[in-house]
């Protein structure tokens, strides 16, 4: 038995949840997977795994070694990389996860010319409105808006997400327009629910620092759902300069508040720390990180 080969396949199954999943992965039968790890619990004379009909549970022992297999695992894999480094080929599976829209909107346009430079990476696109959880979705990689809770993860900032306060024409010319941010408290405000702060809107005005609990009678966790409700002449709202750039230029949106600065969120790489970044993960951290720093929709509004 290859014992190190075992080790993986353990770990990608608690991981992933599913004898099956893995099997998909690795290109071969349920079967074998379930084969492989039965053999490995003869060989350390114990069960891993209590199966049931709903889920995989470790067992003490399976937890213990589960945490001990990924320590070691990690420890071979950097040992091999730094033998290779400079070697490795850039070619590969690459699961990269996104919010819809940004993914949508940002990543999914400029992988065409991702993919003529790198022509051995086959991209995964997986995109969510929830917060992924790289280790369960299987995910290499994923680009995150905002504050990172997790300190668990390997992050590294590739950009910012610039933000301007928008209403469409006519629902300012039936309800008037702010001129200071306390203003919003009489307008409806449309929320973007994912953010911890979402009912609370930060400015900064020179050295000034305006917090202003906003509320409004609609919300998502869309943020195109977000642009659909102020294309309706529902109300106010603060949200991504890259989602409302093309409506600012053909005038559907007007930009509000323009004299103070929204708070920027910033838009981070993150990467599980227990595994390490593949060359095709750099190469697409690096590509996109280039492509942020330069692209109009994602410079502040003047």
């Given at each position: 038995?290859?014992?190190?080969?075992?080790?993986?396949?353990?770990v990608?199954v608690?991981?992933?949840?599913s004898?099956?999943?893995?099997?998909r992965?690795?290109?071969?039968?349920?079967p074998?997977?379930?084969k492989?790890?039965?053999?490995?619990?003869?060989e350390?004379?114990?069960k891993?795994?209590?199966?049931s009909?709903?889920?995989?549970?470790l067992?003490?022992?399976?937890?213990?070694?589960y945490?001990?297999?990924?320590?070691?695992?990690?420890?071979?894999d950097?040992?091999e990389?730094?033998?290779?480094?400079?070697?490795?080929?850039?070619?590969?599976?690459?699961?990269?996860?996104?919010?819809?829209?940004?993914g949508?909107l940002?990543?999914a346009?400029?992988?065409p010319?991702?993919?003529?430079?790198?022509?051995?990476?086959?991209?995964?696109?997986?995109?969510?409105?929830?917060?992924?959880?790289?280790?369960?979705?299987g995910?290499?990689?994923?680009?995150r808006?905002?504050?990172?809770?997790?300190?668990?993860?390997?992050?590294?900032?590739?950009?910012?997400?610039?933000?301007?306060t928008?209403?469409?024409?006519?629902?300012?010319?039936?309800?008037?327009?702010?001129?200071?941010?306390?203003?919003?408290?009489?307008?409806?405000?449309?929320?973007?629910?994912?953010?911890?702060?979402?009912?609370?809107?930060?400015?900064?005005?020179?050295?000034?620092?305006?917090?202003v609990?906003?509320?409004?009678?609609?919300?998502?966790?869309?943020?195109?759902?977000?642009?659909?409700?102020?294309?309706?002449?529902?109300?106010?709202?603060?949200?991504?300069?890259?989602l409302f750039?093309?409506?600012?230029?053909?005038?559907?949106?007007?930009?509000?508040l323009?004299?103070?600065?929204?708070?920027?969120l910033?838009?981070?790489?993150?990467s599980?720390?227990?595994?390490?970044?593949?060359?095709?993960?750099k190469?697409?951290?690096d590509?996109?990180?280039?492509?942020?720093?330069?692209?109009?929709?994602?410079?502040?509004?003047?």
């Open positions: 038995m290859d014992k190190l080969n075992a080790m993986s396949v353990f990608r608690v991981e992933r949840g004898f099956s999943a893995v099997a992965e690795m290109h071969t039968s349920q074998t997977i379930s492989m790890l039965q053999a490995l619990e003869r350390l004379g114990g891993l795994i209590a199966r009909t709903r889920k995989l549970s067992t003490d022992e399976g937890q213990r070694y945490e001990q297999c990924r320590h070691i695992l990690a420890a071979v950097a040992a990389h730094n033998f290779q480094s400079g070697r490795e080929t850039i070619a590969g599976p690459l699961r990269i996860g996104s919010s819809v829209s940004f949508r940002q990543i346009p400029r992988l010319a991702f993919l003529r430079r790198y022509p051995g990476i086959q991209v995964d696109l997986q995109l969510s409105d929830q917060n992924q959880d790289l280790v369960s979705e995910l290499d990689v994923t680009l808006i905002g504050a990172l809770n997790d300190s668990g993860l390997i992050a590294r900032h590739i950009g910012t997400t610039h933000r301007m928008v209403a469409a024409p006519h629902y300012l010319a039936q309800h008037g327009e702010p001129r200071t941010p306390e203003d919003l408290r009489g307008h409806n405000c449309l929320q973007f629910n994912l953010l911890t702060s979402q009912n609370v809107w930060v400015y900064n005005h020179g050295a000034h620092r305006h917090e609990r906003i509320k409004g009678n609609a919300q998502s966790n869309n943020s195109e759902a977000i642009r659909e409700l102020v294309l309706g002449g529902l109300g106010v709202a603060l949200s991504p300069v890259w750039s093309e409506d600012l230029k053909a005038g559907r949106v007007t930009a509000l323009r004299d103070y600065t929204a708070q920027p910033p838009i981070n790489a993150v599980p720390a227990n595994r390490r970044q593949s060359a095709r993960v190469a697409f951290v590509y996109m990180s280039q492509a942020l720093e330069t692209a109009p929709e994602l410079q502040a509004i003047k």
